[in-house]
């Protein structure tokens, strides 16, 4: 089992900063695509941003330039450095990770509990 821990969550002011982590632990072999997604009210869920093993990163149009998403492997975690912060991403956001958790097992979606991101004055 794989489980995934997010924090750093919270309400925060237009323009203002926040920090996303999530932590995987478990049984884990491997890690491939790591990423962050998020849900506003009464919409779908959508790809926020994703960074490969090979570092590879991918940005929704929206929040080009003002998020930034990094990953630490030695502690199977990610990140999501959220500048310049607008009403339109207050939503859930959830991490998403791509695990082996055996050697010749098949890669796996897991998905985190979510942490709620509100942006208002």
């Known amino acids: 089992q794989v489980q995934l821990v997010e924090s750093g969550g919270g309400l925060v002011q237009p323009g203002g900063s926040l920090r996303l982590s999530c932590a995987a632990s478990?049984?884990?072999?491997?890690?491939?695509?790591m990423g962050w997604y998020r849900q506003a009210p009464g919409k779908q869920r959508e790809l926020v941003a994703s960074?490969?093993?090979?570092?590879?990163?991918n940005y929704a149009d929206s929040v080009k330039g003002r998020f930034t998403i990094s990953r630490d492997d030695a502690k199977n975690t990610v990140y999501l450095q959220m500048n310049s912060l607008r009403p339109e991403d207050t939503a859930v956001y959830y991490c998403?990770?791509?695990?082996?958790?055996?050697?010749?097992?098949?890669?796996?979606?897991?998905w985190g509990q979510g942490t709620q991101v509100t942006v208002s004055s």
């Open positions: 478990g049984t884990i072999f491997s890690i491939n695509t």
């Open positions: 960074v490969t093993r090979g570092g590879w990163s």
């Open positions: 998403n990770v791509n695990v082996k958790v055996r050697r010749f097992a098949s890669w796996n979606d897991y």
